[in-house]
């Protein structure tokens, strides 16, 4: 790819760019010195925003991004209404994509959704079995059963919109983009609300509380949802970085230089995600940064210094330095003041345990061993559970606090299975990327995609993230971009072409874009 498309898809992330002299003309060869096409989308059609486009994609293009803006907001789309709202609005969109793949012709469009086959119908067949629990009696609660199945397709459909829509660089970068400033404004207003005393949600009463939640009725859902939106920033932020060799004199650059604007975000979001003091939020996105980030570096030896300096940056300046003034100390606290059980000396509870969820899931067992195989039904947790806790366990419970036993109590082992799958394959796909020395932005998008999966992976363990329809739509276009970010296509070129517009040599100065690139 030239140094001018480059240009192009970093001024998404802010900078001016600077074109003072003329590109080179293409070389017979197509050698280092040729001029490479911009990336195009199967089919011949431009994968940009320009005269090639197809307006009424433009348009599709736009609208998904503004239900994925849309949904963190009322309520995390955890309520009828607005899930239904949500439902109703990926399925005109995918009704209209459907006319607009009519119009346009099928001839060579479909090379990514090709490469997405297995986890597409992964998500595809578990949703099958959500249709025969609820049509062969075997569900306990066939209407919640029913809202399930209609979520799950809207979930298949989005997934399968974001992989065509989304499948040129310029229009992944883009993606990226709006995840990251969608997540920046949670986490600003989330915080500005909790450090001003203001607390109001949007179709909800105010809340009490110091814990920074933004538009959720949970802290720890806020924390999902930032852990998700941290790693588009992540990603995009190392989808760009430039290709020249280290030098020690070019350590200022690689913590307040070019890229300053997404580095602000990411501060802007961790600020949040400590002060949602979120235990396991907090701790599963930066065990997944610490995990990936290590297999990231390991995997690019020419850069292992520059990279493994960058990272250790977002660990050391955002949480060690400025979430010092935000709240670290009292995260800290809550994880130390953490109870599992009664503490008991001398025969006497000294402290009794301050976290339920164990309980919880010690009579969520019992449940999941009578229907191993096909589960009491999609959604059917809430009306199903009561008649398994003990008296220790007061209270209406909802939900598992524990997303894969309740995914296996309801869907069983036959539907959790392929759903299992699914998120194992695209964190595969991710990790792929992320090992593809060949790309910059390629490994760089495949890193902040796998410490999305993996941190939500282990954040699940103790929460219910993916119950609301926020942060599972996100959650399933991250797995989407793990797609894109391994098999996105670019224009064909033989050896040393190929691995000059992977990795486009950065240009001299006021060649290329300026300093603020």
Request: aromatic share 8%; proline share 5%.
């Amino acid at each position: 790819m030239s140094a001018l498309a480059v240009n192009d898809a970093r001024g998404l992330a802010g900078g001016r760019v600077t074109i003072q002299t003329p590109s080179p003309r293409p070389s017979p060869a197509g050698g280092e010195g040729a001029r490479e096409p911009e990336d195009k989308a199967p089919g011949g059609e431009r994968g940009t925003f320009g005269e090639r486009g197809k307006v009424g994609e433009r348009v599709l293009v736009v609208l998904t991004l503004a239900l994925l803006v849309w949904l963190p907001l009322p309520l995390g789309s955890n309520r009828p209404w607005s899930s239904a709202l949500m439902v109703l609005a990926i399925a005109l969109i995918t009704v209209a994509w459907a006319l607009c793949v009519l119009r346009q012709g099928c001839r060579r469009r479909f090379r990514v959704l090709r490469a997405a086959w297995v986890p597409l119908g992964l998500l595809s067949l578990a949703q099958v079995w959500v249709a025969v629990q609820w049509l062969a009696g075997i569900s306990v609660d066939v209407g919640e059963t029913f809202g399930y199945l209609i979520l799950g397709c809207a979930y298949s459909l989005l997934f399968l919109l974001v992989l065509d829509l989304f499948r040129t660089r310029r229009r992944l970068t883009l993606l990226l983009t709006v995840l990251t400033l969608s997540g920046l404004a949670q986490a600003f207003f989330g915080s500005f609300m909790t450090l001003s005393g203001i607390e109001w949600q949007l179709f909800a009463a105010p809340g009490a509380g110091g814990d920074v939640r933004g538009p959720f009725v949970n802290r720890t859902h806020l924390a999902g949802y930032l852990e998700m939106t941290l790693a588009c920033g992540l990603g995009l932020l190392m989808a760009l970085r430039e290709g020249q060799p280290w030098s020690w004199r070019r350590l200022p650059d690689l913590l307040i230089g070019p890229k300053l604007r997404i580095r602000l975000a990411l501060v802007v979001m961790v600020i949040a995600l400590v002060m949602s003091h979120s235990r396991m939020g907090n701790s599963a996105f930066f065990t997944s940064l610490l995990l990936i980030g290590g297999l990231f570096v390991l995997a690019n030896p020419q850069h292992r210094l520059r990279n493994g300096l960058l990272l250790a940056s977002l660990l050391l300046i955002d949480l060690l330095i400025v979430s010092q003034f935000f709240g670290l100390d009292k995260l800290k606290a809550r994880l130390e003041q953490t109870q599992f059980e009664d503490l008991v000396v001398n025969g006497e509870v000294v402290r009794h345990e301050n976290v339920d969820r164990d309980d919880i899931l010690v009579y969520a067992w019992p449940q999941w061993r009578e229907r191993p195989w096909v589960g009491f039904g999609a959604g059917t947790f809430e009306t199903s559970f009561p008649r398994y806790p003990g008296a220790d366990v007061t209270g209406h419970v909802d939900h598992a606090h524990n997303d894969v036993l309740q995914f296996a109590i309801e869907f069983g082992l036959i539907g959790l299975l392929p759903l299992g799958l699914f998120v194992l394959w695209s964190l595969a796909l991710a990790l792929r990327a992320l090992w593809w020395r060949e790309s910059l932005y390629r490994s760089g998008v495949g890193l902040g995609v796998a410490v999305g999966i993996l941190s939500l992976l282990i954040h699940s363990l103790s929460d219910f993230n993916l119950q609301i329809p926020a942060n599972a739509a996100t959650f399933v276009t991250l797995c989407a971009i793990a797609v894109l970010a391994r098999h996105h296509p670019t224009s064909a070129g033989p050896g040393k072409a190929r691995r000059h517009r992977e990795n486009p040599p950065t240009p001299r100065k006021g060649v290329g874009w300026g300093e603020g690139g």
